[in-house]
């Protein structure tokens, strides 16, 4: 018989599609928790069946109100409890963070066990730069808030990451095309599954490739970083001093355009110092 699991909060991740990544370590927390949470009885049934489980399910979703969240927590103090999502790695653009933050603050192990995620999985065959990026879940759904929320990363010197369903792929790929511009990006979809495909283009290639042909499956864009801007030339340097140096010592005027510009401050005095006669 197995050794019964210490109380506590057990974040599993599970697998994306192929059952085959499932770790050792998650099938045997699963097996011996009292309790697993789950956010689709219907998908988790056929994965805890997979692994052995007959722990008993407790729906989570992001609609889990305050008094069940305190009945879960009430639940720790003596009870082993696995938080699994339908797939991947929980609290990824699903719910639990507010199970985990409210765990810990009544002093409740929290324990995770890392694995599948599709976001990282996408990430990986992109073959887009990976030192830097930033996740953004599912845009908004309205045209102005989409808009918006492209604006607010545009400038951001990272690879972006995003999820979406089929049917929103073409707006979603043709609204980052209208905010971003030509960048590189990457469609993943059917990750690990059978039918996996990652296809790469532009924005607006992509856009235009998924516009009237939305493909089933879940899905992760991948969108590279920015260019680097180009760097002023000496007859803009030449003009920004000009322009700041007619209200400005050269001191003032070097850290304005420097910044503007985007020079080293150091070389932009020396030329304003030139300009200036001094």
Known sequence: MDERLAPGLYIVATPIGNLGDMTSRAADVLRRADRVLVEDRRVSARLLQHVGSTARMINYTDHTS???RDSILALLADHAIALISDAGTPLISDPGYKLVRDARAAG????????PCAAV???TLAGLPTDRFL???FLPAKEKARAEA???VAGIRASLVLYESGPR???TLAALADG???REAAVARELTKLHEECVTGTLATLADRYADAPPRGEIVIVVGPPAPAAEASGEELDEALAAALASQSPSRAAADVAAALKLPRKRVYARALELAGK
Do not use: C, K, Q, S
């Open 121 to 123: 999985a996408a990430l």
């Open 108 to 115: 409740h192990p929290v324990n995770t066990l890392p694995g």
């Open 135 to 137: 996740f953004l879940g």
């Open 66 to 68: 305050e008094a069940e």
């Open 169 to 171: 792929l073409g707006d």
């Open 150 to 152: 492209i604006a607010e």
């Open 180 to 182: 971003l511009g030509a």
